[in-house]
């Protein structure tokens, strides 16, 4: 409601500036420069929202109109193009700086030509082949044709092999994300991430059989884990739908084989089966179902209990809000 009223106020100024500036076109420039900073800057506070405190939204918001005003002042200084027929000289407007291109995946995935020097020596066809038997980031070649990719690696409790496809453990990573992000992957392999679901197919239709883990941490400092070993997944052809997680082993409960057979939603792709967007509604994206959730790791990070809250219903005493959780895949044997 802020946002709006915020935004009401910011166009009606707009408007008013409009009228003031009319001629030649340039009072509608104004408008459009006005209404396109606000919107940017809207769009960037909707991710930041999740985790923001009432104080700090107001504020935000309050800074994020001051600085869309600066933007069309700044803006408004610009001289305009003269009419064809006008004996003025024609400003000719500064090159833009080109901003460098994002990588398409996580930071730290793409092999680096140090690596790659080093020889085949150090790179390996699986977590289960790492000697050291520590978790860490280790070069993986998934196949004879592939190109070797760098993976976190974790032994969990002696028991090696695992490729770590979630990791949240500080909420320094929005997990509110479009369909693109989550199907190239986001954030960085040594902080928070996402590998992506174009990755995680690649890994795992591969004629091998896989299973999957997810080990959660609540704010008590409880950690437990959920195992399923069988694990299906699909690809883009069928919105890369979690097809099975089956055979549970572990102590946090199955909060996920409900949630089988559903395809990946995001809040601008809704591949739920509720009449509403179940991603939009719990902030997140994952393969929600008809009820939405029953697990929801992709969630708003934080020390809440709240429908939004990255969330595994089963765990108890409390497996809302939780402080860390790390989403696992491994080839079996």
């Known amino acids: ?55 700090t939204i107001q504020t935000e918001n309050l800074q994020s109109v001051q600085k869309s005003e600066r933007i069309v ?27 460098p291109a994002r990588s398409k995946y996580p930071l730290g995935i793409e092999p680096t030509a140090e690596q790659l020097a080093l020889g085949e020596d150090s790179i390996y066809s699986s977590c289960r082949e790492v000697p050291s038997r520590v978790s860490g980031i280790f070069l993986i070649k998934i196949s004879d044709d592939a190109r070797p990719m760098n993976l976190l690696c974790d032994a969990h409790a002696n028991d090696v092999g695992w490729i770590v496809v979630q990791n949240r453990f500080n909420g320094s990573e929005s997990f509110y994300r479009k369909w693109s992000d989550y199907e190239a992957g986001f954030g960085s392999l040594d ?40 694990f299906q ?51 997140g994206g994952w393969w929600y179902h008809q009820q939405c959730v029953t697990s929801n790791l992709n969630g708003v990070y934080g020390n809440t209990f709240s429908d939004q809250s990255n969330s595994w219903m089963t765990m108890k005493p409390n497996g809302w809000g939780l402080k860390a959780s790390k989403i696992m895949i491994r080839e079996m044997l």
């Open 1 to 55: 409601m802020i946002i709006f009223l915020i935004l009401t106020l910011s166009v009606s100024q707009a408007i008013g500036e409009v009228e003031q500036n009319a001629g030649c076109g340039f009072g509608f420039e104004l408008l459009m420069a006005k209404l396109e900073a606000i919107e940017d800057r809207l769009i960037a506070l909707e991710t930041r929202l999740e985790n923001a405190s009432p104080n």
């Open 73 to 99: 002042e700044e803006r408004s200084n610009i001289v305009p193009v003269p009419e064809p027929n006008s004996n003025q000289p024609i400003q000719q407007p500064t090159e833009a700086k080109v901003e």
């Open 191 to 230: 902080g928070e991430f996402w590998l992506g679901l174009e990755r995680i197919s690649q890994l795992v239709n591969n004629g091998r059989r896989w299973e999957i883990m997810f080990l959660l941490t609540n704010w008590g400092g409880l950690i437990q884990y959920s195992r399923f070993t069988k």
């Open 233 to 283: 997944f699909g690809n883009a052809d069928d919105g890369y739908m979690l097809k099975q997680a089956t055979s549970y082993s572990g102590n946090a409960g199955d909060s996920i084989s409900r949630h089988a057979g559903m395809k990946f939603t995001t809040y601008d792709r809704d591949n739920d089966a509720a009449p509403y967007n179940c991603a939009k509604k719990h902030r």
